[in-house]
């Protein structure tokens, strides 16, 4: 969970939720520190002076209760693949605070995930997963931040792809329930990018769902499978046919106007 430093710019704040915040932003919870902080952040809301929101994809934020202002214009262009990709990349990253890992990094993060998983019996806690994931990542000299490697790990816990033994959830508990895969390695991957287009989706509407840019961006490339495959997920996340755009259905419609 993080906090955004614009939580400490109204002059109405108390020390207790200063205080709340911090512990919070430095990891150093313990469960009675976290149940006076939620007090703190209730009686904070309650007096109008935070607001609290969470999102499908991004972290809990906290800011000041202030008239909604609209998100900044990220210049958004979905005529080409290319641009498309920009987009989607830039609305994730700005607007959750999601970054997109490269797919040979990203696929190699979850198959590694995948396979201590498969050694360990009793499972992982969230907690211990991202010191895996992130020591993975220094052994392997990647360049990937741990803020990045942490969002991965979040957003395989959203796409419900661990159980706990008894059915496959969004866990919250990131240091004692110990969790297993709840779906294969292919089907996780897949589930993430499943997330990743909702999350675009929700927090912009008006955005072209491009089949061709959305391969370009979890992939980085057009193959025609993978094209097929964001197909798929932007059918299942809109609800209808995805947009036909694709640089053979462009090709196509430039050499004939008239169909």
């Known amino acids: 969970m993080t906090t955004e430093r614009k939580v400490f710019g109204t002059d109405k704040k108390t020390p207790e939720v200063a205080e709340a915040v911090g512990r919070i932003r ?29 999102s499908i994809v991004g972290d809990m934020r906290l800011a000041p209760a202030v008239p909604h202002e609209e998100a900044p214009d990220l210049g958004l262009d979905f005529s080409t693949p290319e641009s498309s990709c920009d987009g989607y990349r830039a609305i994730l990253l700005e607007r959750k605070s999601v970054p997109i890992i ?35 990542v220094r052994w392997g000299k990647m360049s990937v931040p741990d803020r990045a490697v942490q969002k991965l790990q979040h957003t ?8 706990d033994g008894h059915r496959p959830d969004y866990f919250q508990d990131l240091f004692s329930t110990r969790l297993r895969p709840a779906m294969t390695l292919d089907a996780a991957l897949l589930a993430m990018h499943d997330v990743y287009i909702r999350g675009i989706h929700m927090e912009e509407r008006s955005a072209d769902l491009r089949p061709d840019g ?38 196509f419609a430039k050499a004939h106007p008239e169909a």
């Open 26 to 54: 430095q990891f150093r919870a313990t469960p009675t520190a976290v149940a006076r902080d939620i007090r703190s952040y209730v009686a904070a809301q309650d007096q109008g002076l935070i607001q609290v929101s969470q």
């Open 156 to 163: 395989l816990n959203i796409a419900k792809c661990f159980t």
């Open 102 to 136: 490269d797919w040979d990094d990203r696929s190699g993060l979850v198959t590694h995930l995948w396979s201590v998983l498969a050694d360990e019996p009793d499972g992982l806690s969230i907690s211990e997963m991202n010191t895996e994931l992130i020591n993975f």
């Open 214 to 251: 959305l391969s370009l961006l979890f992939y980085g490339d057009q193959s025609e499978a993978h094209i097929e495959e964001m197909r798929c997920l932007v059918e299942t996340v809109t609800g209808r046919p995805a947009s036909g755009h694709t640089a053979m259905a462009e090709a």
